[in-house]
């Protein structure tokens, strides 16, 4: 099996993405579809207490629940938890065909959680507002585990096995709320036991597996009610106008068929209570505003760029000025790029900008550093022996620490106080000097690694597994800018080359983790230049892609700036899609080997788009130009 | 009738369809309306300037364009669990390549979607337009292409063309909108979702009721059609529904429910208040009733049946509407349609007594506003009442502008689901008897059979949508009727509809769905004389682990 990690960055949220132009029509029937969910699914949800809510919608009720009297929805979970702790595997059940009877099986673990999500979503193309929700959510996720922690219902490929999601009422009714997670729980202990089964059956008859580790850590109960979130507040209206002058931008732009701004805010409160004495209720807040652009070259290749602004409140956004600013150039240098020569084959030195290298660090290191992926029979085990061995020069330090609100005062969107399994955030030094030191752990143990250091996070509705929050790359050999581009002509010179590649920009694709696919990474570089060593101008190229083993990129860097970057962004994995943050200088790599990317065989559009001038332009865009 | 000679356009002449002249169907000029403007004014645009030099022009472009507001709250244990507003255009851009005896389309549907703004900004919708349009020529091309190659590999020609012509069209109807109490509504849900505990009558059981919710649906749909023939459209629908769902296990484990509701065109068309609660309260009964009823015997039952209306309905929708919506049959057989009925035409498919009619001109039935009603389709024809059956034989098929066989012209039933092309779909249908028996009639043809044959007989009064009985009663020659669980109907099928039906009652039962496409189906009882009721060999669930929460003490 193969996962592929639509990852990091923008393009997740962004409906238009790295992917081909297929995407955007995927979007729109995903949006289509969900209208069609919402509005013609009815009787369907009402069977049993409704699936997870999906939908974004206004919710007229939304802001009166939720920051009032909290401690009756903590209080309900607590002690519903502590009835089916009591009561299931209690009663001894008849055995068919005999006269005896067995006790049921007790659960060891079972944990609540409960996200409640107020959020405000605007999306507008092309200077209109396509759609504006607000809504209101309660989601529970209800885990079971049976058996033990050295083997229980989750076992290899049963992971999910443990959980049951589960819309909850909106209101503070208790006999409501604990009637639902009673609902889910009676189901969700029928899912474990028929999972345990399984799980028992195959390990008689498989060989003996690789890593024996347990199937879940112990770990002290953590107890911390933090300071509850205001209301979410958005001016919608103010928000809208806002929208509208900025994809209005794009109307200047003829050869831009494709674009998008988009705002969501969400205000989350996460509960969690769990059988081993964790209670923990943490207020989570993000806003975003992702503005996106797509346009084709005559010879069908698509090309992406996006811009993220990143605040805990809408409020904190940048203001419109630069926006605006950041907009124009990006449309101006994706407009730029349509005409820019393809590249040619290429093997010698090239700088990562600092958002660049953050993407490829957060692909290429952080991915494969994730616990999970050192044991399990698919998994590719890239650095599982590489403990306490180098894997990157000793100059580089890396670190995941989600306690970081900010980094130089810009805002870090991996933060988090508590992870989804209840576990405290916490700083892990995942490379020192080099040298591997540890994984990111959630609660799912590994050879040598029997706790859990704060990453195990999931989207509701998924198993949590150990995933970044904010990577931070680090440099004990950094040089200025001019020197790095010093150092760049004089490698490419060295090699024989005409010219080195500067990577301002790049987009992850997707990380292949798995045994059966070959270890590449794929990072699809958005903004190429040549850096000419007799000291012509840089020039713009497209089409570039990367090609290369993680370890052997990962070694090649000789030198790095001193001016980190941060790439902020959504990453999607088997989890689910979660925020996270990448930190890194630019850095100077001896070795990078491109080819020209594959690319689509559309023609642009065949019409120019419609003209402007019958028609009043709702941000005021210039109407030349066409 | 054969249009075959109109129709051999060579496939680089387009648009021929305006001088088929023009019918205007509505007072209102239709120019009044900005958004229909943006629409034709890019649809203008498009169809002097797409081509691609070289290749084929497209012969035929529509724009739809579809605004959809949707409400949806939905109730659980006597509180809310979710509430969500939804309101979004799209719009839909339908490219032919080709001519009307053989074009770009498939079976499938063929066109391309976009997100069109809320705000109704024109030079954003042309936008949204121009996008659609390009994907769905370039779309169109590569799909002419494909199939022209396939019709190469087949001997015959297909049995029909693809497309038929149609006149102009000119409707501007009102705008549909979503009006609703929502707080009011908000009430209702939670209160009926609740009264498992709150209610006397249904608190004895309240701990054996595993869920109890309550839903509300609303929908209204504008769209927006303008294509080449120069049909110019406005019109939509809205539509409400209310469904109550609850239900448990029996001591067995067998897994039961009750689930219904109200549909109708306007939220005041639903159920009162009262009502509602009154049938949750019911519900709650008879799936108690449930719990406690026997299975139904272990040995198969093979006999008279009676069908309540809501229950005929149920068996018309599944095994005769969608065998007279005129599909195209597979490329390269000789086939007339799709399904069941494809060679039926002029032969008996009823009994004699029974003949079906789909009208939906008629837009409101015993003082009920009919969901399945329109005046024009969504290919922009103009619907007719159509014969279906007359006296068990079928004389027509529901066809739309994708000919079959021996019906080369639409008669206005291409309906669209949201998003999608348009199909071949029945509107209103009306099954009628003509020898319709009182309900005491009925009942005593029943009884007198049961008293013939020595036995108890069947009588079913709800189903699921997949034909297995929820309220079934098992009922003795002498009259008295036993409430039975765990059965499923077989051999109802066509055959049992074609030679099986003793007799129809006359007491029309109006079923509405606004689901995928909102339809209508009336019919009356129906009694079977030979339909095989079945136990269930379902695996049997387990019964909770645990316990509910104590409910509170009201």
Redesign the interface.
């Given at each position: 099996m193969t996962y592929t990690f639509p990852e990091a960055g923008p393009s997740l949220i962004s409906p238009d993405s790295y992917r081909s132009a297929v995407s955007r029509?995927d979007f729109?029937?995903k949006?289509?579809w969900?209208?069609?969910i919402?509005?013609?699914c009815?009787?369907a949800?009402?069977?049993?207490?409704?699936a997870v809510?999906q939908?974004?919608?206004?919710?007229?009720?939304?802001a009166v629940a939720s920051s009032m009297q909290q401690p009756l929805l903590m209080d309900a979970m607590g002690t519903?938890l502590q009835?089916?702790l009591t009561?299931?595997?209690?009663?001894a059940t008849p055995v068919a065909s005999s006269s005896e009877k067995v006790l049921?099986q007790k659960p060891y673990f079972i944990s609540y959680t409960v996200a409640d999500a107020e959020s405000v979503t605007i999306?507008s193309?092309?200077?209109?507002?396509?759609?504006?929700?607000e809504?209101?959510?309660?989601t529970a996720d209800v885990q079971v585990r049976l058996g033990t922690p050295a083997e229980d219902n989750t076992h290899g490929a049963h992971r999910s096995s443990a959980l049951t999601t589960m819309?909850?009422?909106?209101?503070d009714?208790?006999?409501?709320?604990?009637?639902?997670l009673?609902?889910a729980t009676?189901r969700g202990?029928?899912k474990a036991l028929d999972a345990l089964e399984k799980v028992k059956t195959e390990q008689q008859v498989r060989a003996r597996e690789e890593d024996s580790s347990p199937d879940f850590t112990e770990e002290r109960p953590q107890v911390d009610i933090l300071a509850k979130e205001s209301p979410l507040s958005v001016d919608r209206s103010a928000w809208?106008s806002r929208l509208r002058e900025i994809s209005g931008v794009f109307?200047q732009y003829p050869n831009i068929?494709?674009d998008t701004a988009v705002l969501q805010a969400t205000h989350e409160t996460d509960y969690f209570v769990s059988s081993d004495g964790t209670k923990v209720e943490a207020p989570n807040h993000v806003a975003r505003l992702i503005v996106a652009a797509r346009t084709r070259a005559s010879d069908g290749m698509d090309m992406f760029r996006d811009e993220t602004f990143e605040a805990d409140s809408a409020g904190h956004l940048p203001d419109q000025t630069e926006v605006m600013a950041k907009t124009q150039a990006m449309a101006k240098g994706l407009n730029d790029l349509r005409t820019a020569p393809i590249t040619e084959p290429y093997n010698g030195p090239a700088i990562l900008s600092g958002r660049a290298a953050a993407v490829f660090f957060h692909e290429v290191l952080g991915h494969r550093l994730e616990g999970q992926r050192q044991r399990g029979d698919e998994e590719g085990e890239t650095f599982t022996k590489l403990l306490g061995k180098p894997i990157l020069p000793e100059f580089l330090s890396v670190a995941d620490d989600p306690t970081l609100t900010n980094y130089n005062g810009y805002p870090l969107s991996g933060h988090y106080l508590f992870d989804n399994e209840g576990q405290p955030a916490q700083r892990v030094q995942l490379v020192k000097d080099g040298v591997l030191q540890t994984f990111l752990m959630s609660r799912l143990p590994i050879a040598g690694f029997a706790n859990s250091n704060g990453h195990g996070r999931a989207e509701i509705g998924k198993m949590p597994t150990g995933r970044q929050g904010n990577l931070i790359v680090t440099s004990a050999k950094t040089v200025s800018d001019a020197k790095l581009r010093q150092m760049l002509k004089e490698a490419a010179r060295k090699q024989g080359k005409t010219y080195g590649l500067y990577f301002e920009d790049i987009s992850s694709g997707f990380a292949v983790t798995t045994r059966r696919s070959p270890q590449a990474f794929q990072v699809i570089p958005l903004v190429v230049y040549r850096v000419y060593v007799d000291g012509r101008p840089d020039e713009l190229v497209r089409g570039v892609s990367i090609v290369g083993t993680p370890q052997a990129a990962l070694r090649s860097i000789v030198a790095t700036d001193d001016q980190p970057e941060i790439f902020n962004g959504l990453c999607g994995a088997e989890s689910g899609t979660i925020p996270v943050s990448a930190v890194a200088p630019a850095m100077l790599v001896s070795q990078i080997e491109t080819q020209r990317q594959a690319q689509g065989t559309?023609?642009p559009?065949?019409?120019p788009?419609?003209p402007?001038d019958?028609?009043a332009?709702?941000s005021g865009s210039p109407k030349g130009g066409r | 009738m054969r249009m075959r000679a109109l129709l051999m356009i060579p496939a680089l002449c387009s648009f021929v369809a305006p001088a088929l002249g023009s019918v205007a169907l509505a007072e209102a000029p239709p120019a009044a309306d900005p958004i229909l403007t943006a629409m034709q004014q890019e649809l203008a645009r498009e169809k002097s300037d797409l081509v691609i030099p070289g290749m084929l022009r497209p012969y035929f472009i529509q724009y739809r364009l579809e605004d959809i507001h949707t409400y949806d709250a939905i109730a659980s244990y006597g509180a809310l669990t979710r509430e969500s507003e939804n309101h979004q255009r799209v719009v839909r851009v339908e490219v032919r390549i080709g001519s009307e005896v053989s074009d770009s389309s498939s079976a499938r549907g063929d066109g391309s979607l976009e997100l069109a703004p809320g705000d109704g900004d024109p030079a954003a919708l042309k936008y949204a337009l121009w996008s659609a349009t390009d994907d769905a020529y370039k779309n169109a091309l590569r799909a002419y292409a494909a199939k022209q190659a396939t019709l190469k590999n087949f001997q015959s020609a297909p049995t029909a063309n693809d497309f038929t012509p149609a006149k102009a069209v000119t409707l501007i109807e009102p705008m549909a909108t979503l009006t609703l109490d929502r707080d009011d509504w908000k009430h209702r849900l939670i209160e009926a979702s609740g009264l498992f505990d709150t209610s006397p009558e249904t608190r004895s059981f309240a701990e054996a009721v595993e869920y109890s919710s309550a839903n509300l649906s609303a929908l209204a749909v504008n769209r927006y059609t303008v294509n080449t023939d120069g049909t110019v459209l406005r019109h939509g629908y809205s539509g409400y529904s209310e469904t109550v769902s609850v239900g448990g296990q029996a001591a067995d484990g067998m897994e039961l429910g009750r689930s219904n509701g109200s549909v109708a065109a306007t939220a005041t068309g639903l159920e009162s208040a009262a009502a509602l609660n009154k049938r949750t309260i019911d519900d709650l009964i008879s799936f108690n009733d449930l719990r406690h009823a026997p299975t139904v015997d272990p040995e198969d039952y093979h006999g008279p049946v009676l069908f309540s209306g809501d229950a005929s309905a149920d068996v018309f929708n599944r095994l005769f509407v969608p065998n007279v919506e005129a599909d195209r049959p597979d490329i390269g057989t000789s086939a007339r349609t799709q399904g069941v009925y494809q060679s039926s035409y002029k032969t008996p498919i009823l009994p004699s007594f029974l003949s079906v009619a789909d009208d939906p001109t008629m837009r409101s039935f015993e003082g009920h506003a009919l969901l399945g009603a329109y005046k024009v389709d969504d290919e922009g024809v103009p619907v007719e009442p159509v014969d279906i059956v007359v006296h068990g034989k079928l004389m027509n098929y529901l066809i739309g502008r994708q000919p079959v066989k021996d019906f080369p012209e639409s008669n206005g039933h291409g309906r669209a689901m949201l998003g999608q092309s348009a199909h071949s779909r029945a509107g209103v249908v009306i099954i009628k008897s003509s020898d319709p028996l009182s309900a005491d009639a009925l009942r005593a043809k029943l009884l007198a059979l049961a008293k013939e044959q020595g036995r108890d007989v069947y009588e079913v009064e709800t189903m699921n949508g997949e034909l297995v009985p929820r309220l079934l009663y098992r009922v003795s020659p002498d009259g008295k009727r036993t409430l039975v669980r765990g059965a499923i109907f077989d051999e109802l099928d066509q055959r049992a509809i074609r030679s099986g039906i003793l007799a129809a009652g006359g007491k029309p039962y109006i079923a509405q769905q606004v689901g995928l496409l909102p339809e209508t189906t009336i019919a009356p009882e129906l009694l079977f004389g030979d339909i095989t009721v079945r136990r269930a060999n379902e695996e049997q669930q387990k019964l909770p682990y645990y316990p509910p929460p104590a409910l509170p003490q009201n």
């Open positions: 029509f729109h029937q949006l289509f969900h209208v069609l919402v509005s013609l009815g009787p949800l009402a069977v049993v207490p409704t809510a939908d974004v919608g206004s919710a007229q009720s939304a519903e009835r089916a009561e299931l595997g209690s009663a049921a999306t193309q092309y200077g209109a507002i396509m759609n504006s929700n809504s209101h959510e309660r819309a909850l009422p909106l209101a009714d208790r006999a409501a709320i604990e009637r639902t009673w609902y009676n202990y029928g809208e109307r068929f494709y559309s023609r559009p065949i019409v788009p419609p402007l019958d028609v332009s709702a | -």
